[in-house]
């Protein structure tokens, strides 16, 4: 089992486009009593740009990761804002929005909200509803 086992997860990436998510997953670990967890991906392609760089830019790659641990803390905010009683943790992950998902979906399944893309991660991983 992962770090995301016995949670409901939702995936987190900005207060316009996931706000709702957010809420609706605290409302669900609440029902389940289970943690929720807020995830943000930073997209690995967003940082290899960076890899290498000397001089002024070296900065870069902390800001980025900083600014990501930011988002994250904000999605868990906006759950604790939503459903007080919920115990709602950040977590950012490093690498391809998508695999990440489908990684933490596996690890958590069956207790997962997440985006409307959370259907189809579970199709992809062959676990949607009426499989085994």
Known sequence: ???HAGRVVVLYEDRIRSGE?????????????VPLTVL??????TMACTEGR?????WWPDE????????AAEGAEIARDAVPDVVAHPHLRLG???RCLIEAIQQAMPDVIALPAARAARELVGTGPGRA
């Open 21 to 33: 998510a957010v809420r609706r997953a605290a409302r669900e670990a609440v029902a389940r009593q």
């Open 54 to 58: 000397q001089g002024l830019l070296h």
């Open 40 to 45: 943000h991906v930073l997209d690995r392609d």
């Open 1 to 3: 089992m992962g770090a």
């Open 96 to 98: 391809s929005p998508r």
């Open 64 to 71: 980025v990761i900083a600014r990501g641990r930011q988002a």
